[in-house]
């Protein structure tokens, strides 16, 4: 600031009048009401001060960054996304007072490419936003478990399979479907 944006018209009787503030420059660390004390020196050097209010506000809003991600849901078919893992650098010319991520959980109906939205606020209340796409992987492989030795009777001379009579299998996502190297049996491989 100058003095000029605090001075309410003083003046001397007899000469001109130099101006001076204790404070001029401001930063974030300001921000809120600062008490400036304005001092009139005449000619003579004779001094006289008042003291005004300038309110210091930060009315710019932060930068968002956003970066894709891949996503990989665990052994129960939840993930949990972070913040931090979508944030690419955000910032502000004063500070980031924080930082979220909507939505932040996935399952397994959520496999594929997913928006998600990065709020970055300051201190002083002012929010910007980004997007990313989160790619949500299932990477976990079902759980099966054979029943062993399992017997089938021949009719006709032949006789299929079905793997689900012999074999159960569980998965992170749900419903699993079993299929057997071979299916279909005749005469020729008793035993």
């Known amino acids: 600031i100058t003095t000029a944006d605090i001075d309410n018209g003083s003046s001397d009787v007899c000469s001109a009048v130099t101006l001076s503030l204790s404070q001029m420059t401001f930063d974030s660390s300001d921000i809120g009401v600062q008490s400036v004390t304005l001092t009139g020196v005449d000619a003579?050097?004779?001094t006289s001060t008042c003291v005004a209010s300038v309110?210091?506000?930060d009315n710019i809003a932060p930068v968002a960054l956003c970066q894709d991600v891949t996503l990989q849901l665990d052994g129960s078919g939840q993930a949990v996304l972070t913040?931090?893992?979508v944030d690419a650098g955000s910032s502000d010319n004063c500070?980031?007072?924080s930082v979220l991520v909507s939505p932040n959980t996935f399952d397994c109906t959520e496999i594929g490419a997913n928006t998600v939205t990065l709020m970055v606020s300051d201190g002083s209340g002012n929010?910007?936003?980004c997007t990313a796409t989160?790619?949500?992987e299932d990477n976990v492989a079902p759980v099966l478990t054979c029943a062993g030795t399992y017997s089938y009777v021949l009719v006709g001379g032949t006789v299929t399979i079905d793997p689900n009579?012999?074999?159960t299998a569980t998965d992170n996502?749900?419903?699993v479907s079993l299929s057997a190297n071979h299916s279909a049996f005749d005469c020729t491989q008793l035993g």
């Open 127 to 129: 929010t910007s936003t």
């Open 83 to 85: 913040a931090s893992m």
């Open 165 to 167: 009579d012999f074999a």
């Open 173 to 175: 996502c749900g419903m």
């Open 134 to 136: 989160v790619t949500v």
């Open 44 to 46: 003579s050097g004779n």
């Open 55 to 57: 309110t210091v506000e």
């Open 95 to 97: 500070m980031v007072s």
